[in-house]
């Protein structure tokens, strides 16, 4: 009796989990996409809402923070992003790490960047609000042929 138990609270203490990870899941996934979209439409107040002002970002070229992503904003020319395979992460209750891919058609400074894109970013719980306070991503080699 002991042991069923201690299998029930067990599997109430997992759907409890997986209940409360959705709605958070949900967010971030929200979040990550309003950000992309706000870069692809050059909404710089609309990106701002949803990063974090001490934002740091590691690409290839370099490590960016806030004014830099802004530069590069404006340099680039979006003509569409997909994001797909996402997962979420709770490292703690106010930190959340997404992984995922991102198909991208575009040009940064008149020159083509397009690509699938293995990205990750960091979102952390500030005041009720969730922000990104961290972005990474590294374009996928070509497929062997």
Known sequence: MKKYLTYTIAALFATT???????????????????????????????????????VAVYADG??????????????????????????????????????????????DGKDNSGTYNCGSVWRKMGSEWKGVFHADSKEAPAAK
């Not at 590069?72 to 930190?95: G, P, R």
């Open 63 to 108: 490590i960016m923070n806030m004014a830099a992503e802004m530069d590069a904003m404006s340099k680039t020319t979006m003509k569409s992003f997909a994001l797909s395979d996402i997962k979420v992460t709770m490292t703690d209750a106010d930190t959340a790490l997404i992984a995922y891919k991102c198909k991208v058609e575009s040009s940064f």
């Open 17 to 55: 989990l997986v209940a409360l990870a959705g709605p958070i899941d949900d967010a971030i996934i929200a979040n990550e996409k309003a950000a992309w979209q706000a870069f692809k439409d050059k909404k710089a107040d609309d990106f701002k809402k949803v990063i974090s002002n001490d934002l």
